[in-house]
């Protein structure tokens, strides 16, 4: 089972920008971004297919990108114009394994 560890994120201001990576102990396929707010479920953010096709959901399109790097077996989320709602602990998903969490902080 492919390992997903993560880095990036920690605490912005509204409007700022941050980026988060995940990189992956094997090869990487469809990757995913998600993201889990205190008291909420877990959300769906972000997909990238192999062959570089992406999906965002609409709270966060035109903000977020996501990205891949496959000879570094490593994807992205570059998060821009951030803001408070966007606050969440942020997972990046392979359809099999989740990578530990990443908490992303937006406040003044």
């Known amino acids: 089972q492919v390992q997903l560890v993560q880095s990036g994120g920690g605490l912005v201001q509204p409007g700022g920008s941050l980026r988060l990576s995940c990189t992956a102990s094997?090869?990487?396929?469809?990757m995913m971004w998600y993201r889990q707010a205190p008291g909420k479920q877990r959300e769906w953010v972000a997909t990238?297919?192999?062959?570089?096709?992406?999906r965002y959901a609409d709270s966060v399109k035109g903000r977020f990108t996501i990205s891949r790097d496959n000879a570094k077996n490593t994807v992205f989320l570059q998060m821009n114009s951030l803001k408070p709602e966007d606050t969440a602990v942020y997972y990046c998903?392979?359809?099999?394994?989740w990578g530990q969490g990443t908490q992303v902080n937006v406040s003044s």
């Open positions: 998903y392979d359809s099999s394994s």
């Open positions: 990238i297919l192999s062959g570089g096709s992406t």
């Open positions: 094997g090869t990487i396929y469809t």
